[in-house]
C-alpha cells in the first residue's frame, strides 16, 4: 500500500558526487523514519543514514562527514547527498520508510534499488 520510487543512481569517478531520491506513496498518515541501505556484491545489505520526521540523523561510519540525508515532509521524500564517492560505496541503494498508514495500521516498506557505481 506504500510505494517508494527511488531515482539518481549511475556511475561516477571516484571522488565525484551523486543524489539519491525516494519519493514514497499511498495511504500514508505519516512517516515516522526514512532511511538509505545499501548492498554491495557479496555482501550483506547495511544501513547508510537514517532521518526521522524531526530530522535527527544517523549515519554509518564509512560515510560520515560524506553522505548527507534530508527529507522533505510534504512531499514525502528522501534524499541522499553522497560526495567524496569511493570504490567501496558501489553498491544498490535501497530506500526504506516506517510509518502509519491511513488505516492506523504501521507498514514498512521499501524501494526496488537503484544502482551507484563508483569507477574511472
Known amino acids: 500500500q506504500v510505494q517508494l520510487v527511488e531515482s539518481g543512481g549511475g556511475l561516477v569517478q571516484p571522488g565525484g558526487s551523486l543524489r539519491l531520491s525516494c519519493a514514497a506513496s499511498?495511504?500514508?498518515?505519516?512517516?515516522?523514519?526514512m532511511g538509505w541501505y545499501r548492498q554491495a556484491p557479496g555482501k550483506s545489505r547495511e544501513l547508510v543514514a537514517v532521518i526521522t520526521k524531526g530530522g535527527s540523523t544517523n549515519y554509518v561510519d564509512s560515510v560520515k562527514g560524506r553522505f548527507t540525508i534530508s527529507r522533505d515532509n510534504a512531499k514525502n521524500t528522501v534524499y541522499l547527498q553522497m560526495n567524496r564517492l569511493n570504490a567501496e560505496d558501489t553498491a544498490v541503494y535501497y530506500c526504506?520508510?516506517?510509518?502509519?498508514?491511513?488505516?492506523?495500521?504501521?507498514?514498512?516498506?521499501w524501494g526496488q534499488g537503484t544502482q551507484a557505481t563508483v569507477s574511472s
Open positions: 526504506n520508510a516506517k510509518g502509519l498508514l491511513a488505516t492506523m495500521r504501521l507498514f514498512e516498506s
Open positions: 499511498g495511504s500514508i498518515l505519516s512517516i515516522n523514519a
